[in-house]
């Protein structure tokens, strides 16, 4: 059965630190995706890692994947307080379009 | 366009109230999905179509009856629901056979009282 796991699932910093999110899974897969949820809204997807070593960046955040490892980073440069939000790590398995989500990142940013 | 719409935004209904959710999108996704979301928790899958056929049902109870008459709609139809049942209903599509980013709804936030 395929775990998902983010950690730390609540974090709390100042504005201009860096700071990185990490999500570990349990059995093979070289697909992960990223999304950020904002308090009482919808999902919306950050990034797509579709192999060992793909890295992804967007502004103030940057997403990797080591496949090997079984290993997802959020990095997140100086941050900002608009960055105040959950992040969601999905690893997909068997590509039948079903993703299994972590717990979720809690991230609060403080002006 | 790339949006997926859900109606409606807010609903509140007895258990013994027969009722439904409705999603759409115009995106050519041919795959699309039902999440449940519980406060500060992940969303939960509960079912998957695939070609308006479908093709994961996670044991969903069957106080929960999915049906997508077209590529473009999504219906969840809800009766005899229970008050845990109340969350937010996340709809989404995606293109079919994995390795593409899912596009959410914004959610109906459900109330079972």
């Known amino acids: 059965e395929l775990k998902v796991e983010q950690n730390p699932l609540f974090l709390s910093m100042q504005e201009g630190k860096n700071y990185t999110i990490y999500c570990n899974y349990s059995?093979?897969?070289?697909?992960l995706y990223w999304y950020r949820q904002d308090p009482g809204k919808s999902l919306e997807s950050l990034f797509v890692?579709?192999?060992?070593?793909a890295v992804k960046q967007e502004g103030r955040l940057m997403a990797s994947l080591d496949t090997k490892a079984r290993l997802s980073t959020l990095h997140i440069t100086a941050a900002v307080h608009d960055l105040s939000a959950t992040y969601f790590c999905?690893?997909?398995?068997?590509?039948?379009?079903?993703?299994?989500f972590g717990k979720g990142t809690r991230l609060h940013i403080l002006p | 366009d790339t949006e997926v719409t859900q109606t409606p935004k807010h609903l509140v209904m007895g258990m013994t109230n027969k009722k439904s959710l409705k999603c759409e999108q115009h995106m050519g996704h041919r795959a699309m999905y039902w999440y449940k979301q519980k406060a500060k928790k992940p969303p939960e899958l509960m079912f998957v179509y695939s070609y308006e056929k479908l093709s994961i049902n996670e044991s969903v109870p069957s106080r929960f009856s999915p049906e997508c008459p077209n590529s473009s709609l999504l219906n969840l139809h809800l009766h005899a629901l229970q008050p845990e049942d109340s969350a937010l209903y996340l709809c989404?599509?995606?293109?079919?056979?994995?390795?593409?980013?899912?596009?959410f709804g914004p959610g109906t936030r459900l109330t079972v009282t």
């Open positions: 059995t093979t897969s070289d697909r």
């Open positions: 999905a690893v997909e398995k068997n590509r039948d379009d079903k993703i299994i």
């Open positions: 989404a599509s995606s293109q079919v056979g994995g390795s593409y980013e899912q596009y």
């Open positions: 890692l579709l192999s060992n070593g």
